[in-house]
């Protein structure tokens, strides 16, 4: 069982920048997939950044490419989003999640494909 926990969330101004991290324990972290994905109130949880298994690979929305960047630290165990450039529509809960059926590359976009997920952080943008 893998527990996922995310930090680093906040309140910024529009322009500024966040550093999300999300640290993972009780699985083989550098088997797994990982990804961020964000959801305002009501609305469906979206992708908006994946990492694979190889830190080669790396996948972005199109909403946040340029802006956003996903890394990660497997001898700490950790995912991290570097998150510049935000804009009040950044608002929303962000979470971490692992993927562990998947291939070394792949880097999948559906929540469906997660096995794990962290709590979420708020991160909220004022204008």
């Known amino acids: 069982q893998v527990q996922l926990v995310e930090s680093g969330g906040g309140l910024v101004q529009a322009g500024g920048s966040l550093r999300l991290s999300c640290a993972a324990s009780g699985g083989a972290f550098s088997s797994y997939a990982m990804g961020w994905f964000r959801q305002a109130p009501g609305k469906e949880r979206v992708f908006v950044a994946a990492?694979?298994?190889?830190?080669?690979?790396?996948y972005y929305a199109d909403s946040v490419k340029g802006r956003f960047t996903i890394s990660r630290d497997n001898a700490k165990n950790t995912v991290y989003l570097q998150m510049n450039s935000l804009k009040p529509e950044d608002t929303h809960v962000y979470y971490c999640?692992?993927?562990?059926?998947?291939?070394?590359?792949?880097?999948?976009?559906?929540?469906?494909?997660?096995?794990?997920w962290g709590q979420g952080t708020q991160v909220t943008v004022s204008s």
């Open positions: 990492i694979g298994r190889s830190t080669a690979s790396t």
């Open positions: 999640a692992a993927a562990y059926s998947v291939g070394y590359y792949q880097t999948p976009t559906t929540p469906s494909l997660y096995d794990y």
